[in-house]
């Protein structure tokens, strides 16, 4: 019997019995399924699939068609957790209607759990009209990686107290509109909790501090895949990288030996 699909619901179950939420990125079906059978909460299929996977040099080239292609992926690798698609850049800040009518083609096409969108109280109109149209939203505050023209690049969000209380606004709006969680991405320790104790939803912390209801990494980050990127909040548990270049170089030297393929991989 397949286990059971995680749901927004249980993520709210597991705030109220302080439970902590693992949350990870994937793109692609086999990587999902590793993901999956780890047992992680939520697989989120980024946007940051431009920059790590297509080369871009932000997330503001991906498309639509993109974010259903790699969700599609990921939800045919997975089983148990809860899979949620970004929303990417200008397909859903134009109108609430043209939002809807993305969102809904996203969980469509792909069968995820859920989509999720950058931005605070500004889009909390945008957050209603999805839930009501039957997408469930996850919200993302703090640092959006989709506005960092506009943040003036990578700061740090949440340093001083009406600061604080922005985010905390945009939070509350966010929950009434019904998103049923939110990420803080890159929200100073003491911001970080204070958002999470004035909502009743989960919010999932990357580089925010150990007081949100989970965390999430980019996978190519915490597996060590991503070499160049190295802030602060990650941590590395593997070195996928240096290890792939030494299985390559080893492969390379076997066949050039004339050592690969030998008998024991050959058919007679």
């Known amino acids: 019997m397949a286990p059971s699909r995680v749901t927004a619901a249980d993520l709210l179950g597991l705030k109220r019995d302080r439970r902590k939420i693992v949350m990870t990125t994937a793109y692609d079906s086999l990587f999902a399924s ?6 992680v909460d939520v697989i989120l299929v980024g946007d940051s699939v431009g920059p790590l996977l297509a080369g871009e040099a932000s997330t503001l080239p991906v498309t639509v068609n993109q974010m259903i292609y790699h969700g599609r992926s990921v939800q045919r690798g997975t089983q148990h957790a809860l899979v949620v698609v970004d ?22 096409r792909t069968g995820a759990g859920a989509v999720k969108l950058e931005g605070g109280r500004h889009f909390a109109p ?15 505050i703090g640092l ?15 340093k001083g107290e009406d600061a604080t209380q922005g985010l905390i606004d945009d939070a509350r709006a966010l929950e009434e509109a019904g998103a049923f969680a939110i990420v803080l991405e890159f929200v100073t320790t003491s911001a970080a909790q204070r958002v999470t104790e004035s909502i009743s939803i989960p919010t999932i912390g990357i580089g ?20 160049a990127f190295h802030p602060k909040f990650v ?15 080893r492969y390379a030297e076997e066949v050039r030996a004339s050592a690969f393929p030998d008998a024991a991989h050959s058919h007679s």
Do not use: W
């Open 126 to 140: 945008t957050v209603r009209g999805l839930v009501r149209a039957g997408v469930p939203v996850m919200g993302h």
């Open 144 to 158: 959006t990686p989709q506005s960092l023209n506009v943040l003036g690049g990578i700061r740090l969000q949440g």
């Open 235 to 249: 941590k590395r548990y593997a070195e996928l990288g240096a290890a792939t270049r030494q299985a390559v170089a």
């Open 208 to 227: 925010s501090g150990p007081h949100c209801d989970g965390q999430v990494l980019v996978l190519h980050d915490m597996l060590g895949l991503n070499e």
């Open 87 to 108: 929303l990417p850049f200008l397909s859903y800040q134009v109108s609430p209607r043209d939002a809807m009518r993305q969102g809904g083609r996203v969980l469509k």
């Open 34 to 39: 590793l993901v999956d059978q780890a047992g």
